[in-house]
């Protein structure tokens, strides 16, 4: 994980032009990125078998059954770079949606407001721990 955090901030600290010719193939920023990305993916999709495993159990269903539910699920990364802004009314972030996903494992790298959960009608912000991985099932 601390690689995957290092890669990342390097990345954005890249000129926009520089972004802008690897912004769809991260091929186009380098080997030793494709392989951090290769790896952390790998660990997330280890992680999100032990996550599932242990929900099925808890839920006192087949872990076996519940877990290929999962296995050939498409896996996806998605990186995106909030600065903090000085004036929220300002901030553009991504637009309110819902995960259409079974589990969303997500990394915050900086202590900008992140995900919000809609309740009551408001949009509520989680608490971000510095380091921990916010998981969200579908």
Known sequence: MKKMVEDVREFFELSVELKKECSSEIEGYGQAFVETVNKYSSEMERMKTILVGLMAKNLG???DKFIDLFKDGLQSMRLNYYPPCPDPSKVLGISPHSDATGITILLQLNEVDGP????GGNWVPFKIIHGALLVNIG
């Open 116 to 119: 919000q959960i809609r309740h």
């Open 61 to 63: 269903i087949d872990q």
